[in-house]
């Protein structure tokens, strides 16, 4: 965007300060600067003193006719000016002297002023444009104001730019974003590459018939790059990229989203070749008909603007329509349909490869030590997408400039790394000694049984400091590869690491604490998966006993009611009940047959309060 060099004269800072805020950045040059600036206000505010004092009546002294009578007996006052309510005149010898009486019945009064020779005139008395002026005048101004306000918020004409869109224009030289910008996600990236071409040379495609694609969906979860891959199309085409978020479109005021629409459109075909992107489709484009209140709501008007807009419209012009979202199950089957949104493109977690070469990106302006391996860190973050790596670079950077050092070395990156998965380390945090105890031999009884059974993940580290909201201490494991399947076999050692710091408990304590309430959540969710959806239980068979729908991408989703009979149910608790029975028994063996391990490891972490991976590993 163009932006208006500020003005060095004090008259420019004071236009810019009240004309500037409420022009458009995007305004083409030569666009005439709005006349309402600081030198309007001005101007009114001294017509408004100047109308003050020589229209309305200025204030005076206010007498008593007794007091009049007097002071014209004893000849003080001249100039007398009466009108059919009051008398006006000036009383002698008095600087600014001016009284005003209110006049009575006194029928002797005329003779009196031309014994006493006072110069008086008479007057009759027209209030209707004083009373007004004396009220449009203040109405007036404050309307200037409101609308000058206006249009400083909404950066538009006031009420009349409801109708506008609000979208963020970026001209061609703006977007300074290529594919060189983009990596761990090449799938998606060889897609939009695709339709840099159709925007640089439509012809090679028209020429054997083909159509420009009119819309790409690009879907995945939070995070992953989707907004940034749109920017780097419109960077690489060279084209102006319009950006707006799908809940921009939508106001209280019932036709603003779809007249938002229209405008919307009407500037891209002004402006081909172009992208349109709209973030957070889910905002806009959800399905009709989920209105649990019925009617005809705004959202969808405005969506069956965007149905309208986008079907009608021409892309050998040369306009894409890009939108992302996160929440690809909740849209309207209308957008999906070939002719609006042709592609799909899926944006997906990168895997280690691509999770290294975010990291050689986001990392080039950063001063790392020679020590540091950005291979071992993608292999710390499985399942990490683009925006949680460049906070992981961040964070080191922070830390090493926070302890003043001159590069950013692998403890700095162990340490960011915690700060992301566990939350902030809590030194300062007291804990007496029989819970430190507790969480000592809580996360031993975990590192343990990761070591000792077949199929899970090799410990990274384990620590005893608190993290977090209320994380008393945790175990990390760090996987040797990225796995996109788990066998039977690899779930019931996982189920063993769940349950060994609660086994750990019992084992040395004879007794239970609250410690371990997440571990047997996610222990429990994870069995429940085993045998209700995955098909695990040699009992219940081949049959998924499906569970509420989830969004694709989200924790959360729609919830459905259970499709199974309580006798059913009945079963599943009691298979859910078997495998954690034993997997119990199996953890408490492992534990009893180390348990000298176990008293050892503890006391480490006692006093350490941190172990590495490896010295647990010389240590068994």
């Known amino acids: 965007m163009n932006e208006q060099k500020p003005s060095k004269s004090i008259r420019g800072m004071l236009g810019n300060l009240f004309a500037g805020s409420g022009q458009k950045k995007d305004k083409p040059p030569g666009t005439a600067r709005p006349f309402f600036n600081i030198w309007t206000v001005l101007m009114i505010f001294f017509v408004f003193t100047y109308l003050q004092q020589f229209i309305f009546p200025s204030k005076v002294q206010t007498i008593p006719y007794s007091q009049f009578k007097q002071s014209m007996a004893n000849g003080n006052v001249d100039d007398l000016l009466i009108s059919p309510d009051n008398i006006r005149g000036t ?9 005003v009486t209110v006049r009575v019945n006194d029928p002797g009064l005329g003779k009196q002023m031309d014994e006493l020779n006072i110069s008086y005139s008479g007057r009759s008395e027209n209030k209707i444009w004083g009373n007004l002026l004396s009220w ?61 071409d159709f925007l640089t040379t439509p012809e090679r ?59 919307l459109f009407s500037q891209a075909a002004s402006q081909a070749p172009c992208i349109i992107f709209i973030d957070e489709l889910d905002a806009l484009g959800k399905a009709r008909g989920m209105n649990v209140m019925g009617g005809h709501d705004e959202r969808e008007q405005t969506l069956n603007q965007l149905l309208v807009e986008m079907d009608g419209f021409d892309t050998n012009k040369g306009v894409i329509i890009m939108a992302a979202t996160n929440r690809p199950e909740i849209l309207d089957p209308a957008l999906l349909r070939p002719g609006r949104l042709d592609r799909q493109v899926l944006v997906d977690r990168p895997d280690i490869n691509g999770r290294e070469a975010i990291l050689k990106i986001h990392s080039r302006n950063v001063l790392l030590g020679p020590e540091v391996d950005l291979a071992k860190i993608a292999g710390r973050t499985p399942g990490f997408v683009g925006a949680d790596l460049a906070n992981i670079i961040n964070e080191a950077a922070l830390l090493a400039a926070r ?48 070591e000792s059974v077949e199929h899970a993940d090799p410990v990274h580290k384990i620590s005893i400091i608190p993290r977090g909201i209320a994380a008393l201490g945790y175990t990390q ?36 604490s609250t410690g371990a309430q997440n571990d047997l959540g996610r222990a429990t969710d994870m069995v429940r998966s085993m045998v209700a959806e995955y ?26 009611a259970k499709n199974y009979s309580e006798a059913k149910a009945a079963q599943i608790d009691e298979e859910i009940s078997r495998l954690m029975d034993e997997a119990h028994q199996r953890v408490h063996k492992i534990l009893s047959d180390k348990r000298a391990l176990l008293d050892k490891l503890a006391a480490l972490l006692s006093t350490q309060e941190t172990v590495q991976g490896e010295d647990l590993r010389k240590m068994m």
């Open 136 to 196: 449009l005048l203040p109405l007036g101004f404050l309307f200037l104001i409101w609308r000058f306000s206006m249009k400083s918020m909404g950066g538009g004409t006031g009420v009349m730019s409801f109708g506008k869109n609000k979208a963020k224009i970026f001209a061609e030289s703006d977007t300074k974003v290529s594919f060189e910008d983009v990596a761990g996600i090449d799938e998606a990236r060889e897609e939009l590459e695709e339709v840099v």
């Open 91 to 99: 009383l002698k010898g008095t600087p600014g002297g001016e009284f």
């Open 403 to 450: 302890n003043e050092k001159e590069t950013v070395d692998p403890s700095d990156f162990d340490e960011a790394i915690d700060r992301v998965i566990g939350g902030l380390q809590k030194k300062n945090r007291v804990m007496n000694a029989s819970e430190k105890e507790i969480v000592a031999f809580h996360e031993s009884g975990h590192a343990i049984v990761a």
């Open 477 to 512: 494991q760090q996987p040797t590869e990225d796995r996109y399947l788990m066998t039977r076999s690899e779930l019931i050692d996982r189920l063993a690491v769940f349950l060994g710091g609660r086994v750990a408990e019992e084992l040395v304590f004879n007794e239970i």
């Open 535 to 560: 098909g695990m239980s040699d009992r219940l068979g081949l049959v998924s006993y499906e569970r509420p729908r989830q969004s694709m991408f989200m924790p959360e989703g729609y919830t459905s």
């Open 205 to 263: 495609f028209q020429k054997l018939g083909g159509r420009i694609p009119k819309g790409v969906l690009l879907v995945g979860p939070p995070g992953t790059g989707k907004t940034l891959l749109a920017r780097a199309v419109a960077g690489e085409a060279k084209v102006p990229f319009f950006s707006i978020s799908g809940s921009e479109f939508v106001e209280m005021f019932v036709g603003v989203g779809a007249a938002r629409v229209r405008d």
